[in-house]
């Protein structure tokens, strides 16, 4: 199944995204080459980020959502812009492979205790930043909380990303279900009953449901209308003439000191891993051309 989101909205009571990330989250596996618990940790929170991207009005816009912790992965980012084009990185990406009570990838211990922050870039003068502590570290119920308290939205979220025996991403995806200021009830009392027993998105998938078909386990006969929907991808857009202005910004006096001491610049992406490297040559035209 290709990686894909369905926007909709059921009796005007709910908003809710749903989304297959198998391909996306795969693909950053082999970019960081991470450890199934970092795999699952960045795979949710870059499926999340890419649902959000569903929110955005203009192609410049961009959500960042950083998730710092005590625990061995020590921080996780992703971004998204309005087409939902996602990259992320984990600050540790090779950490040891543990399991919660549950017999679950630990994420929650990985990620440890810490904060969840979710910077909006709109354009505007400032970005606008809303922060929380984490609830548990494993991001779905971070994100639900984040929801509710700094965005004034009851929300559930799910993520789930499940990881084969040869480490490789065999499921990801993940839906966040918003209630509407004047949600009927009998919708909000439909979610009370079900949500508690809806198995993981992961196993929903393995079953072979499709977005289409969880919105319909989630919500039956109720009214539902799909108004959007979009293929994400993981996609970094740094460039070489990026890397060079950025190498610029840091000055003509950094620049030169940078030539009399390493002789060279070699510039790493985060988020792809590409390095970018300048000669003494090359660093010393930047200078003359400042
Ligand atoms: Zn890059």
Redesign the pocket.
């Known amino acids: 199944m290709e990686d894909y989101i369905l926007r909709a909205t059921v009796e005007g009571s709910v908003r809710i995204f749903v989304a297959t990330t198998k391909i996306l989250v795969e693909k950053s596996r082999q970019l960081h080459n991470t450890t199934p618990v970092a795999t699952a940790a960045l795979g949710r929170l870059l499926t999340a980020s890419a649902m959000m991207g569903m929110t955005l009005k203009n192609d410049t816009d961009i959500i960042t959502t950083t998730l710092k912790g005590d625990g061995d992965i020590g921080g996780i980012v992703a971004t998204t812009d309005s087409e939902s084009k996602v990259?992320g990185y984990a600050y540790n990406p090779h950490i040891e492979v543990s399991f919660n009570k549950a017999g679950k990838l630990n994420v929650g211990g990985a990620i440890g205790a810490g904060t969840l922050t979710v910077t909006k870039d709109l354009g505007l003068k400032e970005p606008m930043s809303g922060q929380i502590e984490l609830i548990s570290g494993e991001i779905a119920e971070d994100l639900t909380y984040y929801f509710a308290t700094s965005e004034q939205t009851p929300s559930s979220v799910a993520l789930g990303v499940l990881v084969d025996v040869d480490n490789s991403v065999k499921q990801a995806g993940g839906f966040i279900l918003q209630i509407m200021p004047d949600a009927k009830e009998e919708v909000i009392v439909h979610l009370e009953n079900l949500l508690p027993t809806l198995p993981s998105v992961t196993t929903l998938l393995e079953q072979g449901n499709s977005p289409e078909d969880i919105l319909k386990i989630l919500f039956g006969d109720l009214d539902i209308t799909i108004h959007d929907k979009i293929y994400p991808e993981y996609f970094?857009?740094?460039s070489e003439e990026k890397t060079r202005k950025a190498l610029i910004s840091v000055g003509k006096k950094e620049l030169e000191l940078i030539l009399k001491e390493d002789k060279q610049a070699n510039i790493h992406?985060h988020?792809?891993n590409?390095d970018y490297n300048f000669s003494e040559d090359t660093i010393s035209e930047l200078i003359a051309n400042l």
């Open positions: 990259k970094c857009n740094c992406c988020f792809c590409k």
